[in-house]
Nanobody, 125 residues
Framework: QVQLAESGGGSVQAGGSLRLSCGVS????????MGWFRQAPGKEREFVAA????????VYADSVKGRFTLSRDNVKKELYLQMNSAKPEDTAVYYC??????????????????WGQGTQVIVSS
């Protein structure tokens, strides 16, 4: 059973920074395509960023491009999202996702099999 555990959420003022982490445990020893999604109150879940298993292919939502940086450490089995220049519209619950079958980073949440419980990010103006 694969488990994803997010951490690093919290409150920050606009223009500030946060670093989210997602740890992978359980399952077979393999590397997954992973991504971050977010859901704001009253809104649908939306794609934030995703990374290939090797880390050489990363895709970002236009809304976060240039402000957020996605990276991974396959030895530690962790995924990171560095959030800089945070905006109030970044306020949401952030979810980590992973899938063992994808061959490239995907923006489609329905293609990811495993999900974390989410971590709250609040950006105040």
């Amino acid at each position: 059973q694969v488990q994803l555990a997010e951490s690093g959420g919290g409150s920050v003022q606009a223009g500030g920074s946060l670093r989210l982490s997602c740890g992978v445990s359980g399952g077979r020893s393999r590397i997954y395509v992973m991504g971050w999604f977010r859901q704001a109150p009253g809104k649908e879940r939306e794609f934030v960023a995703a990374i290939s298993w090797s880390g050489d292919s990363i895709v970002y939502a236009d809304s976060v491009k240039g402000r957020f940086t996605l990276s991974r450490d396959n030895v530690k089995k962790e995924l990171y999202l560095q959030m800089n220049s945070a905006k109030p519209e970044d306020t949401a619950v952030y979810y980590c996702a992973a899938d063992p079958s994808l061959v490239q980073a995907s923006r489609d949440g329905s293609e990811y099999e495993y999900w974390g419980q989410g971590t709250q990010v609040i950006v105040s103006s």
